[in-house]
């Protein structure tokens, strides 16, 4: 059964650094790996959709990562803003699609 | 990118009534729809998933007679909250399929039972 987690569960840092989110899942037979933002009491914004082929994709600021063969993803965020603000979702897809718990980030003004 | 509608995107309802969540994939056909529970804080937890024309598989633990849901067309997905408690409440996702690599979500639904 495909597990999805993430970590840290929570991460504030100051505005303008950079940092890195973290996601792990422990069946590498996945047809993609997505990263998702969620505001609070908001439905799901996509950022960044990797096939299994792929290795990263990048748009802006953020760019992610994926290593198949060892299960793991990681979300890069660079010169972090105040508005990077939200949880991110990431989430593999073999037959469904399945999501860890998220990352609550808070980039301090 | 397609584009998929929930309605309603908020909902109250009295314990004991039953709510239905419409899922429309807009600008594409979809085969497949998935139906997500999000609780305060957590993450997203499959509930089912819907095709067209069949019955509704069902996850474990999630009470087919309860979250009924009905996939008539290939752009229309519905769930039907039963009885509805207060344990209920929760934010509701739908999600379709367009093809094998591509999959749209709607913006949810948050229900709340008083």
């Known amino acids: 059964k495909q597990e999805v987690t993430q970590i840290p569960a929570a991460l504030s840092v100051p505005e303008g650094e950079n940092l890195v989110l973290n996601c792990s899942f422990t069946d590498s037979a996945i047809y993609n790996l997505q990263w998702f933002r969620q505001d609070p009491g908001k439905g799901l914004t996509s950022l960044l959709l990797i096939q299994s082929s792929q290795r990263e994709q990048t748009s802006g600021r953020l760019n992610a990562s994926l290593d198949k063969s060892s299960g793991r993803s990681t979300l890069y965020i660079a010169a972090s803003q105040p508005g990077d603000s939200a949880t991110y979702l990431c989430a593999v897809r073999d037959d469904k699609i399945i999501f860890g718990k998220g990352t609550r980030l808070h980039i301090l003004p | 990118g397609a584009v998929v509608s929930q309605h309603p995107s908020r909902v109250i309802c009295k314990s004991g009534t039953s709510v239905k969540i419409e899922c429309r994939s807009l600008d594409f056909q979809a085969t497949t729809m998935f139906w997500y529970r999000q609780f305060p804080k957590k993450s997203l937890m499959l509930m089912a998933t819907?095709?067209?024309?069949?019955?509704?598989?069902?996850e474990q633990g999630v009470e087919k007679d309860k979250f009924l849901i009905n996939h008539a067309s290939l752009t229309l997905s519905t769930l039907t909250v039963t009885s509805a408690h207060p344990e209920d409440s929760s934010f509701y996702i739908c999600?379709?399929?367009?093809?094998?690599?591509?999959?749209?979500f709607g913006p949810g639904t948050r229900l709340t039972v008083t």
């Open positions: 999600s379709a399929r367009a093809s094998p690599y591509e999959q749209y």
């Open positions: 819907s095709n067209e024309g069949s019955k509704a598989t069902y």
